[in-house]
C-alpha cells in the first residue's frame, strides 16, 4: 500500500507517540521529504537550462548553415545589394 506525504504526516501526526523517538522520525521524515522536493525543482531547472542551451545550439548551427548557403549565393553573384532591395520594393 503506497501513501502520499500528506497521509504519511497524518498518520505520524495521528497515532499517539509510544516515544519521543517517533515523533522526531516523523519530522525528520517530513523535512527530508522537503529537502527533496526543493533538490528536484533545482534539478528541473538545471535540466530547462540545458534544454535550452541546447536549442540554442541547434539553432545556432542552422543560423551557421543559412549564412554559409547566403554567402555561397553571394559570391555566385545570385544576391544583390541590400539598398538596391530596398529601392525596388519602393
Not at 8 to 16: A, D, G, H, T, V
Not at 38 to 59: D, F, G, P
Request: no cysteine; proline share 3%; charged share 40%.
Amino acid at each position: 500500500m503506497q501513501f502520499s506525504v500528506a497521509e504519511w504526516r497524518k498518520l505520524f501526526i495521528r497515532s499517539p507517540p509510544e516515544s519521543s523517538l517517533v515523533v522526531g522520525v516523523a519530522v525528520d521524515i517530513g523535512s527530508k521529504i522537503d529537502e527533496l522536493r526543493e533538490e528536484l525543482v533545482l534539478i528541473r531547472a538545471r535540466l530547462e537550462a540545458l534544454e535550452t542551451m541546447l536549442s540554442e545550439e541547434e539553432a545556432s548551427e542552422d543560423d551557421r548553415l543559412a549564412l554559409d548557403e547566403a554567402m555561397r549565393e553571394h559570391e555566385k553573384g545570385e544576391t544583390i545589394p541590400l539598398d538596391e532591395a530596398l529601392r525596388k520594393l519602393k
